[in-house]
């Protein structure tokens, strides 16, 4: 059974930083895509970043482009995504997703969205206090 499960939120102050992890299991090791995705109450969610199977095929949503980084450790079936400076305005239940699919995970640049991705965790909570 394949699945998703994201660690590392909190509750810090503007300008701070967190890292979140994703591990996956079930899925072969850097066989898939992950997608990080936020969501606040009332409204859609929406894609932060991916990144497919190879290190270069990272993508970023415009609001986080050159503050977050995502990587993976393909060996620990890990994705983090690395947030620096964080804002009030990124406070969100922050999701990671899978995509098996390797037609789309092997794309030159992944893609952020939803309909992409079949596995998704529960979610992590970040607070970023003004």
């Known amino acids: 059974q394949w699945q998703v499960v994201e660690s590392g939120g909190g509750s810090v102050q503007s300008g701070a930083s967190l890292r979140l992890s994703c591990v996956a299991s079930g899925l072969r090791p850097g066989k898939y895509a992950i997608g990080w995705f936020r969501q606040v109450p009332g409204k859609e969610r929406e894609g932060v970043s991916c990144i497919g199977t190879s290190d270069g095929s990272a993508a970023y949503d415009a609001s986080v482009k050159g503050r977050f980084t995502i990587s993976r450790d393909t060996g620990a079936n890990t994705v983090y995504l690395q947030m620096n400076n964080l804002r009030p305005e990124d406070t969100a239940v922050y999701y990671c997703?899978?995509?098996?699919?390797?037609?789309?995970?092997?794309?030159?640049?992944?893609?952020?969205?939803?309909?992409?991705?079949?596995?998704w965790g529960q979610g992590t909570q970040v607070t970023v206090n003004s």
């Open positions: 997703a899978a995509d098996s699919d390797l037609i789309t995970a092997t794309r030159t640049t992944c893609r952020i969205l939803e309909r992409l991705y079949e596995v």
